[in-house]
């Protein structure tokens, strides 16, 4: 079946540190993908999407890569700082679907000070 | 519009009542999913609306649930006979096109006694 799933569940990291998230995809047809952060008791929140014709994006102290071959995706963080803490989940999306996203289980970010 | 809102943020009922929940989305988003979330899981998708027509419903929504959004706007989604297996948080999300970011709410709790 289609699934999203990530490689770690939890990653434990000093404040400062670069943060390496990873999540590995099984639907080829996928073509769009989503990093979201989400705090205790909210809403996922938004961090930064790729689409397939890509291989790297940047943001603001954060690189999303695509590995197509190996349908591998994953988040880095840079200098990552207490408030970086939650649970980080990687969604994908297929141009032929309605639109739905389908989401991993989602990985613990724990930022030691 | 500062985003997607949900009330109420929190509901408890007693098992066999009904509940209904409220999705505001972002004003000019045509699309609005609602996802289910389990604690840690990743959100899981129940339904989707492009526009008023609800085009997509999951095998999760089971025929105790019904979803509207009668004016294309804002959208209930509605448990009958809850059950203690309903307890999660529902999120909802909305989004201009497939594809292309997707806002969530905040969620609403639901606890099931």
């Known amino acids: 079946g289609e699934s999203v799933g990530l490689h770690l569940p939890t990653l434990s990291v000093q404040e400062g540190d670069n943060s390496i998230i990873n999540c590995a995809y099984s639907?080829?047809?996928?073509?769009?993908f989503i990093w979201y952060k989400q705090e205790s008791g909210k809403g996922p929140q938004f961090i930064i999407d790729i689409r397939s014709n890509m291989d790297k994006r940047q943001g603001q102290r954060v690189t999303v890569l695509l590995n197509k071959t190996v349908k591998h995706l994953s988040l880095q963080i840079a200098a990552t700082q207490p408030g970086d803490s939650a649970v980080y989940f990687c969604?994908?999306?297929?141009?032929?679907?309605?639109?739905?996203?389908?989401f991993g289980k989602g990985t613990k970010l724990s930022v030691k000070p | 519009d500062t985003g997607v809102s949900q009330n109420p943020r929190h509901k408890i009922t007693k098992r066999g009542q009904n509940v209904t929940f409220r999705c505001d989305p972002i004003?000019?988003?045509?699309?609005l999913y609602w996802y289910r979330q389990t604690l840690g899981q990743g959100p899981e998708f129940l339904t989707y609306?492009?526009?008023?027509?609800?085009?997509?419903k999951s095998r999760l929504l089971s025929d105790r649930f019904s979803a509207e959004r009668p004016k294309g706007s804002f959208s209930t989604l509605e448990i009958q006979r809850t059950e203690q297996g309903d307890s999660a948080m529902y999120l909802c999300?909305?989004?201009?096109?497939?594809?292309?970011?997707?806002?969530f709410g905040s969620g609403t709790r639901l606890t099931v006694v």
């Open positions: 004003s000019e988003h045509n699309r």
């Open positions: 639907n080829s047809a996928s073509d769009y």
């Open positions: 609306f492009q526009n008023e027509a609800q085009l997509e």
């Open positions: 999300a909305s989004t201009y096109r497939a594809g292309d970011g997707y806002t």
């Open positions: 969604a994908e999306n297929n141009r032929g679907s309605q639109g739905n996203l389908i």
